[in-house]
């Protein structure tokens, strides 16, 4: 069993940055892919970066590559999504996953979610 808390939402101006953090319970955090995923008001869950467990081999979707990095710390059981260069677009409720299957947009265990507003 993995409980996954998630921090660092926030309200931030266009342009800006903030760092999500998702702190992992469970002694088997490591062996684990872990993902970030976000859904926006009315809008469908959809995928936002992923690392591996093993060689942390990272993928992102096109909206956010560039801007975006996906991060982990085994140590801390901790995985983080640095976001900069923020657009309003980017507003939505981000969640943390833990073995995240991107095609099918599920995963094993997800987070309760941080909002993220993003003004213009």
């Known amino acids: 069993q993995v409980q996954l808390v998630e921090s660092g939402g926030g309200l931030v101006q266009a342009g800006g940055s903030l760092r999500l953090s998702c702190v992992a319970s469970?002694?088997?955090?490591?062996?684990?892919?872990m993902g970030w995923f976000r859904q926006a008001p009315g809008k469908e869950r959809e995928f936002v970066a992923r690392i591996g467990w093993l060689d942390s081999t990272t993928y992102y979707a096109d909206s956010v590559k560039g801007r975006f990095t996906i991060s982990r710390d085994n140590s801390k059981n901790t995985v983080y999504l640095q976001m900069n260069s923020l657009k309003p677009e980017d507003t939505a409720v981000y969640y943390c996953?833990?073995?995240?299957?991107?095609?099918?947009?599920?995963?094993?265990?997800w987070g309760q979610g941080t909002q993220v507003t993003v003004s213009s």
């Open positions: 996953a833990a073995n995240p299957t991107i095609a099918t947009m599920t995963a094993t265990y």
């Open positions: 469970g002694r088997t955090f490591s062996a684990y892919a």
